[in-house]
Nanobody, 123 residues
C-alpha cells in the first residue's frame, strides 16, 4: 500500500520562499507520477505540478510556472516543492499525491494522497 506524507508548511510573508517535502512510501514504480495540488478555502482543488517517480519530466501549472520547482531526491526518495516569491493567493492546503498513471494532472487520477500541509502567505 502506498502512503504519502507531506511536511514543511507554515506562515510566511509575501515574497518569501518555502519548501514542502513529500515522502511517498510503498510499492512505487518509476513511471508513477507524484503530483502537488492545493486547495484554498472555499475553492476547488487546483493542480500545481508533478514529477515522475524517476525524477524526470516535471510539469507545472501556469500559476506555478516560473516560481515553483518540483524535484526528487532519488537517494532519499523524497519529492520537494520549492516555492519562491510567494503571494497571498498561494495560501492553501498543499497536498502531495501519487498516481499510477504516467503524467497525470487530474486529481481524480491520483489514488494516494497525503494529509495536506497548510501554507499561509501574509501580505
Amino acid at each position: 500500500q502506498v502512503q504519502v506524507m507531506e511536511s514543511g508548511g507554515g506562515l510566511v510573508q509575501a515574497g518569501d520562499s518555502l519548501r514542502l517535502s513529500c515522502a511517498p512510501s510503498g510499492p512505487i514504480f518509476s513511471d508513477y507520477t507524484v503530483g502537488w495540488f492545493r486547495q484554498a478555502s472555499g475553492k476547488e482543488r487546483e493542480f500545481v505540478g508533478f514529477v515522475m517517480w524517476s525524477g524526470r519530466s516535471p510539469v507545472y501549472s501556469d500559476s506555478a510556472k516560473g516560481r515553483f520547482t518540483i524535484s526528487k531526491d532519488n537517494a532519499k526518495n523524497m519529492v520537494y516543492l520549492q516555492m519562491n516569491s510567494l503571494k497571498p493567493e498561494d495560501t492553501a492546503v498543499y497536498y502531495c499525491a501519487v498516481s499510477q498513471i504516467r503524467g497525470a494532472y487530474r486529481g481524480q487520477n491520483y489514488a494516494y494522497w497525503g494529509q495536506g500541509t497548510q501554507v499561509t502567505v501574509s501580505s
